[in-house]
């Protein structure tokens, strides 16, 4: 089981970037997905999340309305559109999966994920 995210950058405020997370090693038909983020001396949080049965998502409040995850499942890949970016926003950002995940609207805990990717940065500033 494998994941690498990729997509980070450097971004003006306001702007956008598509992150993208590529899986190996297993089906997202059975996988679930999160998102999180660690900004520099603060722990790593969970921000999205996207259920392997029926694709429900999930997004914390910080995020929401300004990202969407979505997943392709013939390419293997899930995808982070991040819009409207704050330098707030900056961070580490990873995907992590899990067999069976189906999402927790009330928390995306990283507890609850068992394989993780490697961070991709993402800097937003002018």
């Excluded at 996988?31 to 914390?60: M, N, V």
């Excluded at 009330?106 to 500033?125: A, H, N």
Aim: glycine share 12%.
């Amino acid at each position: 089981v494998q994941l690498q995210a990729s997509g980070g950058g450097l971004v003006q405020p306001g702007g956008s970037l598509r992150l993208s997370c590529i899986v190996s090693g297993f089906s997202l038909d059975y996988y679930g997905i999160g998102w999180f983020r660690q900004a520099p001396g603060k722990e790593r949080t969970g921000i999205s999340c996207i259920s392997h049965s029926d694709g429900s998502t999930y997004y914390t409040d910080s995020v929401k309305g300004r990202f969407t995850i979505s997943r392709d499942n013939a390419e293997n890949t899930v995808y982070l559109q991040m819009n409207s970016l704050k330098p707030e926003d900056t961070a580490v950002y990873y995907c992590a999966s899990d067999r069976g995940y189906d999402g927790n609207p009330l928390k995306i805990d990283l507890d609850d994920f068992t394989y993780w990717g490697q961070g991709t940065q993402v800097t937003v500033s002018s």
